[in-house]
């Protein structure tokens, strides 16, 4: 990755009419009906911005959508690209690097997650406190990292505080039950075993799923204040464990986004 290369990008994406977003918003699987509350959208495919991760055939639908909600002008990540479709830690968290070079002061991201803390329930919403790095590797680890930022960046408080306190008070407002705790992202796309499920609530997680931690670390990286929202798809009992049903997890996903959808809005108005 190098500069020009991000400003080729960015180029393309002011000339389609990307002007000054305020806001990133990254959608998880399953989380696509945000993108309806988008007035004004214009759209730039992933296979047709310079220097984008080249999409797999599984990810053609992949799209950046400039508009605006409440007012407020956003860029909006439908669909991510993930470690487990063979990209690597740099390409998958380029996307942020140029939203942030468009302009973006607040980013929002929101992911699919299994509930490993068994007081979570499928179709909750969890606000992600603190994470666990278990995808063994980084987005900052590469050769010229420094021309970007710096390179052991400050890790004590990953998700802004003030955002995470108005998501709470904005749930607790509207009436949408929200939980916390930290997510552990795993590199996947096998879910886990039962033993995995043991040993990710003895470290201390509440939620796993397989995106998400890299690109806060380089919101982190570009001091881009952020927020995370797991949507909790399955519970994770190692004791009863079913096996696995991915459009379960999809209807899941789907019907718990509204609540979503409620808090980036009013989030959205209050900042
Ligand atoms: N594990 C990992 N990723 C997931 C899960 C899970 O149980 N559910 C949704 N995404």
Known sequence: MTQEQLKES????????????????????????????IENPIEAHYNHIPHFPLATVEFHTGKLIF???????????QGRFHLYEGYDFVDITYPIRVMHLLGIKKLFISNAAGAINLNFKKGDIMLIEDHINL????????RNVSEFG???????????VDMCKKIHAIAIREGISIQKGVYASVVGPQLETKAEYRMLKILGTDAVGMSTVPEVIVANHLRLPVVAV??????????????????????????????????FRELIKEI
Do not use: W
Not at 14 to 30: A, M, W
């Open 10 to 37: 960015v180029e393309y994406l002011k000339k389609r009419g990307f002007e000054t977003p305020e806001i990133g918003i990254v959608l998880g699987t399953g989380l696509g009906q945000l993108i309806d509350h």
């Open 67 to 77: 508009g605006t909600i409440e007012g407020k002008k956003m860029v909006v990540m």
């Open 135 to 142: 995808q063994s590797g980084s987005p900052l680890a590469f």
């Open 150 to 160: 710096n390179r052991f960046v400050d890790m004590s408080e990953p998700y802004d």
């Open 230 to 263: 797991s949507v909790l798809t399955d519970e994770c009992d190692p004791e009863n464990l079913e096996p696995v049903n991915i459009q379960e997890i999809l209807d899941i996903a789907a019907k718990a986004e509204p609540k979503m959808i409620k808090l």
